[in-house]
């Protein structure tokens, strides 16, 4: 079976330079961990807010590891150095505009400042490149999206749509474990087992 390999890219000057520890590849790593139940294989990098550093990064997780999905964290707001939206429209064959504007609606109910990350999401060759906020919290509120205390779906969550796309780039089949987020699929996109 064709594993899906997920690069996680973690991009922040402080953590980068050891000031402090990096939670943001722990982070995506642990709500992964928990939410795809189909396996995958991660490969990780911390950079500094260096927009020709995180192209060549971002280049190599897709053109050399054959990543299938890349999550970047960190770097996407208005502040002269964060350029982390600026270098995946650069290396970008497609933009994918619907999830930085998801995104950005589930982190309003979180935060009021949602509207000032940057964050898009795109496709280069095999791979969906999704950018989310740098704060810790941000990676699993975005993905999951927002629940009521029961745990009913409020708003739902980017990852959901995920696995669809890898799909139709030709990727790997992924499935999530429906308590942590439900994926979609038209049901003549499921597998035989799953309609
Ligand atoms: N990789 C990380 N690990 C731990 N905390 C982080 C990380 N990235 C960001 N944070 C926290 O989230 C906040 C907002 O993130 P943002 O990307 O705006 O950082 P920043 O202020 O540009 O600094 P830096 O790039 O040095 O992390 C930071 O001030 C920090 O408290
Ligand atoms: N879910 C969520 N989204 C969020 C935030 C957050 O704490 N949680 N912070 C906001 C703030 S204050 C900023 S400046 C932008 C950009 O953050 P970044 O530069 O860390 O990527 O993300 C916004 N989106």
């Given amino acids: 079976m064709n594993t899906c ?3 996680l890219v973690s991009i922040s000057d402080r953590a980068a330079k050891g000031v402090y520890q990096d939670q943001g590849i722990p982070a995506l790593a642990a709500w992964l961990t928990g939410a795809l139940v189909t396996p995958f294989k991660l490969e990780t ?9 995180i192209e060549q990064t971002l280049c190599e ?7 299938h999905l890349v999550l970047t964290t960190g770097g996407t707001g208005p502040a002269r150095r964060d350029v982390t939206p600026d270098a995946t429209l650069a290396v970008a064959d497609r ?5 930085g504007e998801q995104m950005r609606q589930i982190s309003l109910h979180f935060v009021p400042t949602a509207i000032l990350s940057r964050q898009t999401a795109v496709i280069r060759k095999q791979a969906l490149i999704l950018n989310l906020p740098g ?7 975005t993905l999951e999206g927002v629940k009521d205390e029961q745990g009913k779906v409020l708003v739902t969550g980017i990852f959901a749509s995920v696995p669809y796309c890898i799909q139709l780039l030709e990727g790997p089949y992924l ?6 987020v439900s994926s979609f699929r ?5 597998r035989p087992a799953d309609s």
């Avoid at 950079?47 to 020709?52: A, G, T």
């Avoid at 997780?61 to 990543?67: I, R």
């Fill in 61 to 67: 997780l897709v053109d050399e590891m054959g990543c």
């Fill in 135 to 141: 704060q810790p919290r941000s990676i699993k509120e």
């Fill in 5 to 7: 390999r997920i690069g």
């Fill in 175 to 180: 499935d999530t474990d429906p308590a942590v």
């Fill in 45 to 53: 990098r911390l950079v500094p807010d260096e927009q020709l550093l």
């Fill in 186 to 190: 038209p049901r003549s996109a499921r």
């Fill in 95 to 99: 933009e994918m505009p619907g999830f």
